[in-house]
């Protein structure tokens, strides 16, 4: 079936267009960098600044305003002092699976980078989540998440010491931590309740991610329960929102 530009199904409504149709300048710009955009490979560098104001006629500023929308958006990326195709963002399934296995189905290469593992007692508010008893040891263990080098989220994990009591020693920090648990311990993870959020990042969770602190961002939180029943870990993931998305399957549901 054929659609009208603006009615496609994966078009906003009226692409955006209000209904006087009034547009502000940037957008309308915006929208033919858009079309360029779609004509590059990953990676490949957009036209500077000053060559896409003297081909749409519109001043440098209305070009910065629309890249930036481009770049929060996650159709391109900042590379040196130029701008280019960011590519498709990532997906991870909302699902018990690993982030190195979702990563891995995509065809990219998993990786992390370690900022911290350390103990500390475990306060009140984590005790009920972990279901650990008020000041008992807790791992805390702060990863920098990677895809094909490119860093894209912060995850800390908590999960009581008497649980992993080897976890400094034996874990490799550059692995899956649910591979871990599965193949070395004989933990399964059996359920989970996760929460997302946008939210914007810290100066320091910016800075470790390697983005501008005005970069919206996804946040996951994630209580986990063993198949036995026994909560597990908590997580909490901030993941870039220029450069991954979630995914879920859905079922039909019986109303009563």
């Known amino acids: 079936m054929d659609y009208p530009n603006d009615q496609h199904p994966a078009a906003p409504v009226r692409a955006g267009i209000p209904e006087h149709g009034r547009i502000p300048k940037y957008y309308a710009v915006k929208a033919q960098i858009s079309v360029l955009v779609d004509g590059l490979v990953e990676g490949q560098a957009l036209p500077t600044e000053r060559d896409l104001a003297e081909r749409y006629g519109v001043a440098r500023e ?29 997906e991870q399934p909302l699902a018990l699976a690993s982030y190195t296995e979702g990563v891995r189905r995509q065809g990219r290469r998993p990786g992390r980078t370690l900022i911290s593992l350390d103990q500390f007692p475990c306060p009140a508010v984590l005790a009920g989540e972990l279901g650990a008893e008020l000041g008992e040891p807790v791992w805390h263990m702060e990863r920098v998440l990677l895809a094909d080098d490119e860093r894209i989220g ?31 311990l004989g933990i399964a993870f059996g359920a989970a ?19 501008p602190p005005a970069l919206p961002m996804l946040l996951m939180h994630r209580v986990s329960r063993d198949t036995g ?8 993931t901030l993941f870039r929102g220029d450069r991954f ?11 009563a």
């Open 154 to 184: 912060l995850e800390s994990t908590y999960v009581r010491v008497a649980r992993v009591p080897q976890l400094s020693s034996a874990f490799d920090p550059d692995s899956s931590f649910y591979a871990y648990l599965s193949e070395e």
């Open 245 to 255: 998305s979630f995914t879920t399957q859905l079922g039909a549901q019986s109303w």
């Open 62 to 90: 209305t070009v910065r305003q629309a890249l930036r929308e481009l770049v929060l958006e996650g159709r391109l990326r900042r590379a040196g002092r130029g701008t280019v195709a960011a590519g498709p963002k990532l």
């Open 229 to 236: 029943g026994q909560r597990l870990e908590r997580v909490r």
């Open 193 to 211: 309740q996760e929460r997302i959020e946008t939210v914007l990042a810290t100066p320091r969770e910016a800075l470790l991610i390697g983005t």
